[in-house]
């Protein structure tokens, strides 16, 4: 980048009322990160454990039914709705709809409560049934 | 040294007319990774139990391989796409900018590596069986 860090940027990120869109559009960037590194290294650990014995996959699901790992794995859970509504968005607003201020809202907001609630039943399910 | 600004050097050049690949990338990979998440999420609800033998049974199945391999390839491009997309728009110093790319695609190549070597480890048999 050829900036000169003595002269002033623009005010871009502070003038504005933050808004649901603005939650949602980082959020989407934060979750992405997080799959990708955290996400993506429990899910490897799992296929090379369980291609790797009994015990190393013991090992694996012991430390994921530990309260550290259910904390990730809840973590994880949110992170993957909340980044798989997102992206659904995108794909209504890269066709060009959705960008009336009340439409975009409402569907902003609606990925933030829709992410909630459906960890909250993928958690209960897996609490209750398994 | 020229005097020539950035914006003089690339004026009347044209576009690369490759801007839009890595876009188009990443959403054509979202889909699969999407619909392939969509397939791993209800096969393990359905599977009786997600402990050594149950998981390791399911993936040497055709029907669980085939498709568990595409999701690793579809994952870890979509995220590869993505990740560089972040490093791209944070990461200024060049250097730094530089090895970020190098260690993500470094990184993302060694994760789906470990991956499909595992699936197919399991798939074709060579998983112990205890």
Redesign the interface.
Known sequence: ???NPSRPLSPHLTVWRWGPHMLVSILH?IT??G??TVG??A??WW??A??????S??YF?GWATSWLGIVVAVGLTWA?FQH?LS??RH?VM?AGAGYELNTNKFWAVMTLAGSLVLTAFSWL?IVTV? | MTTET?IARVRGLGSAQEGAHHWLLE?LT?IAT?LL?IWLIVSL?RLPS???RG??EW?ATPLAAVPMLLLIVS??WH?KL??QV?IEDYV?DEGNHFFSILLVNFLTIL?AA??I???L??ALG???N?
């Open positions: 980048m050829h900036r960037r992405g990160t799959l990708a993506a290294a899910f490897v296929l090379v369980a291609a790797s014995g009994a015990d996959y013991k699901t993957f798989m992206g659904l794909f890269d399910y398994r | 950035p959403r979202s999407f998440f609800v997600l402990d050594y998981v390791t993936l994952t870890f995220l993505g990740l972040v200024h994760g470990f991956a070597f595992s699936v480890k399991i060579g998983a112990p205890v």
